[in-house]
Nanobody, 123 residues
C-alpha cells in the first residue's frame, strides 16, 4: 500500500484547508487511516483517525472542534478538513494506515506512511 498526501499550502490565520490521502493497493491491508503532524523542532503529534469499515473517528487535542476527518471508500481516500487554522497548526502533515487495534493513537500500529504535505499558517 502506498499513501499519497496532498492539499497542503499557505493559508492565513482563521482560514481552512482540506488535506487528502489516497491509498493505492489493497484496502484489505489496513482497517484505519490517521493523520499525524510534525512541526519544526517538535515531536510527531496525532491529529485524527478514522476506521475504514465503520467510519468511527478519533481526534487528538489539536483537532477537536476544528478539524474533521472523513473517508471515501470507493476512492480509497481519506480527507482532513481543517478550519480556523492558526500559526500553531503549521507542520508537515502525514497520513498513515495500518491494521489498528482498539487504540488508534498507537503509532507503532501504522505500517504505511505517506510522504507528508506542508501546511503553513501565516499572515
Amino acid at each position: 500500500v502506498q499513501l499519497q498526501a496532498s492539499g497542503g499550502g499557505l493559508v492565513q490565520p482563521g482560514g481552512s484547508l482540506r488535506l487528502s490521502c489516497q491509498a493505492s493497493g489493497s484496502s484489505f491491508s489496513f482497517n484505519a487511516m490517521s493523520w499525524y503532524r510534525q512541526a519544526p523542532g517538535k515531536e510527531r503529534e496525532y491529529v485524527a483517525g478514522i476506521r475504514w469499515s465503520g467510519g468511527g473517528t478519533w481526534y487528538g487535542d489539536p483537532a477537536k472542534g476544528r478539524f474533521t476527518i472523513s473517508r471515501d471508500i470507493a476512492k480509497n481516500s481519506a480527507y482532513l478538513q481543517m478550519n480556523r487554522l492558526n500559526p500553531e497548526d503549521t507542520a508537515v502533515y502525514y497520513c498513515a494506515a495500518g491494521r489498528i487495534g482498539n487504540i488508534m493513537t498507537t503509532t507503532s500500529q501504522y505500517t504505511y506512511w505517506g510522504q507528508g504535505t506542508l501546511v503553513t499558517v501565516s499572515s
